[in-house]
């Protein structure tokens, strides 16, 4: 009985042993030098505004927000590239006043790959906003840009050698700029992002 239970064992830790050489062989193909990384995802996030609205008294906003982006290995591990997002912010809880933020830009990204698929990005992003604040029948609509500066952690599982699954926690300060306002509107938001990434080869790349 013993040995029987100590057989599966063996043969459970060579399997699982078999899994994390493949990952890691996975990672290691998708990040070497002169690979392209494509890949799209969709987040969740929660923000607090630093100073009050002149039209809303709520201060914790939810966004809502999907992204495209495509990174360049410049070097093993390493990436530079660009990413487009859009989404919408709700900025008021408040039954009769129904504000809704949009948003549509994009920008650069560099992102740094570690072992195990371990990972930290950097991120700017111009962005085109329309904020429309509603109560009870009356709708007013307000045009404005933002900028938003990002720091991001997070880790990659990398099933094959063309996909990965990744999943990262995210800082965003953000400021928007409208007409109606002296001084851009500025908010901190924290928010968690999943990704499918693909990768493909431009140039020559090791085998």
């Known amino acids: 009985m013993s040995t029987t239970k100590s057989i599966a ?15 890691v062989e996975n990672f290691l193909f998708q990040t070497q030098k002169g690979q392209v990384q494509l890949g799209f995802g969709y987040g969740l996030g929660v923000a607090y505004q630093n100073q009050d609205l002149a039209f809303t008294n709520s201060s914790v906003l939810i966004d809502v927000f ?22 919408l ?3 008021s809880f408040d039954y009769s006043n129904k504000n809704v933020e949009l948003f549509l830009g994009g920008g650069p990204r560099i992102r740094k790959y570690f072992f195990h698929g371990l990972f930290t990005e950097l991120s700017y992003a111009r962005s085109k906003n329309q904020l429309t604040y509603t109560v009870e029948e009356n709708i007013a609509k307000f ?41 851009p509107n500025t908010s901190s938001n924290f928010n968690i992002t999943a990704n ?12």
Do not use: P
Request: some cysteine; aromatic content about 20%.
């Open 9 to 23: 064992q063996e043969v459970e830790n060579l399997d699982s042993l078999d899994i994390l050489n493949d990952e």
């Open 66 to 87: 999907g992204s495209f982006y495509a990174g360049y290995y410049i070097c093993n591990t390493f990436w530079v590239g660009g990413f487009l997002y859009g989404g």
């Open 89 to 91: 912010r709700t900025v």
């Open 143 to 183: 045009d404005g840009y933002g900028d938003i500066y990002g720091i991001g952690i997070g880790i990659g599982n990398f099933w094959t050698k063309k996909i990965s699954l990744e999943i990262s926690l995210n800082y965003f300060y953000i400021k928007s700029h409208y007409a109606i306002y002296e001084e």
């Open 196 to 207: 499918i990434s693909f990768a493909t080869r431009y140039g020559k790349a090791k085998k």
